[in-house]
C-alpha cells in the first residue's frame, strides 16, 4: 500500500524533529500503522535554509497554498507557531478535506472550539497530543486510557522552562534571574521568556487538559495565571526546611459548586512523586474516581519529544482513515454534542492552603497583632516559623502554613496585615497543595 | 442509538468493579463513547451468592454459552481467571464473532498468540489493558502514544503485592515473612502468595509489555524469573545506606545480540522517580530513541483500578465498531504480518551490575583472596564496604558494588568465593540496575 503523504507548515525544530523520526524509524512505524508516512510537501519562510533534517524527497515551498490544498496531501501538519495565520492555514486544510495534526497550544486554546466544529463537519480529525507536555501521551491518557473515570481533579507541571528554574531555586539557591539567564543559555527559554515565566504558556496547556477531562468547552480566558517571578530563593529554603518544594502547577478540579482552572506556583509535600520532577522535565497527576491518582511523566518540549507525540497523532489518524467520523474518538474526549457547561470556580471562591512570609519589625506583640487578623478571618495556622534577627537587619521574616481558606478571606487577611504598622514590607504568598 | 449489550463471564472483584462503574458513570461513559454500555448477561457459579454490584438488571446464569453464543450481546468480557477454560471460552466468544476483553495476564502470555490469530481471522479485537498494570493505560501508551519511537528498554514495577512487601522492607525494617503476612492481612496477597512472590504474575505481565514494545511474539516461557523471597531485612538496610532502594523489577532490553527479557529484584538509586514507587503501586519507565525515558505510575490491582482499564478497552471497542478490522489498532502494537523475531538474550548473556553481600571470617588476608577472584573474572569493583564484627559473631559481611559484568562471569567468580574457606555462608546476590 502506498505511503500516507503528509505535507509540513513550518520545518523549524519540531518539523525537522518529526521528519527524523519518521526517517530514522520508517520500518517501524510502517510495521504499526500498517501504511508508511512520509513528508511530500513542507512550507518553509526561506527556501535555502540549512535544515536539521533531510529534505532530499520534500517538495519545498513558501506558498502555504501548496500545503493545505494540494491534492497529494491526506494530512496537514501545522508546526508554524502563532495563532491568526495558523488559524487560517488550518481552516483551509480542513475545507480541502485534509486531516490536521498540530503541536500549536495557543491555536488550540484560542480556537479550538471553532476547529474541531469545522473539523467535524468536514469528518475529519484534528489531532493535538504535542500541544500539550510536549511528547508524554497525555491527551491519549485522558480521553481514552481513563474513559471509564470520572475525573476529580489534575494538576500538572506543565511547563518546562520554569520547572528548570524553580528546580535551580530550589536544587542550587540560585535566585530567579540567575536561573533564568542559565535557562536562556541552555535554550529551554526563549529570548523573550515571558509566556514561559508568567504562566501564560501552562495556562495554555491547561484549558486544553481541562477540556478533555471535563468534557467542557475550551475556555482559556477564564484560566486563573500566576508565573513564577516572585518566587525568591529565600522562599525555596523555607519551604525545604518545612519538607516542601515550590513547583509551579496547572491545577484543573472539579468541586460542587463549579470547575476551579488556576495555574500559579505552588508548595507540594516533598514525598510526592510529583515534587521530586526535576529540570525541564514535565509531568501530571490525573486523580479520577476509579483508578485514584495516576501519574505521567516525561519530556515537555525539544524536538525528538515534541515530535513522538505529532508522529504518534499522525499514526492514530492513519489507523482510523477507514473509521465513521462518528465513531473515532472525539476531539475533546467527549461527544461533540455532549459537552457539559460546567461554571468556572471564580479565584475568590477557590479553597488552599498557603505559605505566607512576613517581614516584621521584632518587637513583642507583633505576633498576637498577626494571628488576631488570622482569626478575625477564619483562616486557622498550621505552623508558625519566626526566624532569627539577623545581624544588621531591621526585620524578622515569620513564615506560616494556614490550613485551606477561601481566597477572598486571604487576601482582605493579607491586605490588614500589610496595614500594620510593624509589617515591614509585601506579604509573600504560595499556595500549598498537598495533591493527596 | 441502543447501548451496546456485553456478557460477562466471572462476576466476582473485577467483575463487579466494573459493573459499578459502569452504572454510576453510565452518563459519562456514554457521553464519550457516543453510546451507552451496559452488562446484559453474567455467567457466574453460584446464582444466589451475595453480589458487590447492583444485577437487577443482568440476567444471571451458570452456563457460559448463554454468555459467548448470545446472539444479543456484542463484547465478552472474560473475568474468570485461569487460562483452560478461559481459553476455550475465549475462542467460543471469537468464533461467534463477539469482541473480547480480559483482563487475564496469565491466558494472553500463555495463549495470546493464537488468541490473536483468531480475531484477526473473525474481524473482531481483543482487549488487554487490564491484564497489566492494572488501571495504568501502559499497554495503550506503548502500542499508541510512544508509537514513533524505537523502544530502547522499559522496567516496571508490575506486581503490586512484591512492591508492599519490599517496602515494608526498606522503610520500616521488618523480615520478608513478617511483611508477606502484613500483605494477606490487608487482602495484597492470596493465602497462596506463591505467584506473586516467585515473580511469575510479574513474568507473565513482562512477556506482554515486551511484545508491545518491540513487536515480537509473545514469548513467556522464555522470561528469565527471579523472586523476592530471597531478600532479607539486611540487604534492605545496607541498600539504603549506600543510596539505593530495592524493587521487584520486570525489565525489557534491546541489546545487539537480543532481547534481554528478565524479572528479579534489583537495586535502584533512590533519587530515580521508581524508587519511590510504594506500597502497592505499579509503575513502569519506557526509553525510547525519542521521547527518552518517561513514565507512568498508578494502581496496579484493585476492584476499581483493574475496572477502569477494563471499561477504557470496553469504551475502545465500542468506538471501533465501525473500523475495518486492518485499520484498528493491532493486538501487539505492530501488524499481525509484521512482527519481528528477534532472539531472547540468554540470561547467562546479560549485562549487570552486583550487589553482593558476602560473610567471611575476620581475618587478614581474606579481602585480598576475595578481590584476586574478582580480577580472574574481570569483575570491577564500584565499592566495598567491610562491616564490624558484632559482639558474639564469629563472621562480618562484606558488602560489594560492581560494574557491569556478564552473569555467566558472576556466576563463576560467586562459585569460585563460595569454595574459599574463609566465606562463611551463601553469597546473597541482587541486580543494580541504574535505568538511565
Known sequence: MEAVKVGVLGLGTVGSGVANILQRNADEIARRAGRGIRISTACVQDLKKQRACDVTDVTLTTDPNQVVSNTDVEIVLELMGGTDEARELVFKALDHGKHVVTANKALIAFHGNEIFLRAQEKGVTVAFEAAVAGGIPIIKALREGLAANSIRWLAGIINGTGNFILTEMCDKGRDFNEALKEAQQLGYAEADPTFDIQGTDAAHKLAIL???????????????????????????????????????????????????????????????????????????????????????????????????????????????????????????????????????LPMDDVLTAYYLRIHVVDRPGVLADVTRIFAVHAISIEAIIQKELQAGATSVPIVILTHQVNEQNMKRAIAELEDLSTVTSRITRIRLETLS
Do not use: C, W
Open 210 to 344: 481541562a477540556s478533555v477531562a471535563f468534557g467542557v468547552p475550551l475556555q482559556f480566558e477564564k484560566v486563573y495565571t500566576e508565573g513564577i517571578t516572585e518566587i525568591s530563593r529565600m522562599d525555596a529554603a523555607y519551604a525545604s526546611e518545612l519538607g516542601y518544594r515550590i513547583k509551579h502547577l496547572g491545577i484543573a478540579k472539579r468541586t460542587p459548586n463549579g470547575l476551579e482552572l488556576r495555574v500559579h506556583p505552588a508548595l507540594i509535600p516533598h514525598r510526592r512523586l510529583i515534587a521530586n520532577v526535576d529540570g525541564v522535565m514535565n509531568a501530571v497527576i490525573v486523580n479520577a474516581d476509579a483508578l485514584g491518582p495516576s501519574l505521567y511523566y516525561g519530556a515537555g518540549a525539544g524536538a525528538e519529544p515534541t515530535g513522538s507525540a505529532v508522529v504518534a497523532d499522525l499514526i492514530d489518524v492513519v489507523r482510523a482513515l477507514t473509521t465513521d467520523p462518528e465513531n473515532r474518538v472525539p476531539h475533546l474526549a467527549f461527544q461533540p454534542d455532549a459537552l457539559s457547561d460546567i461554571p468556572v
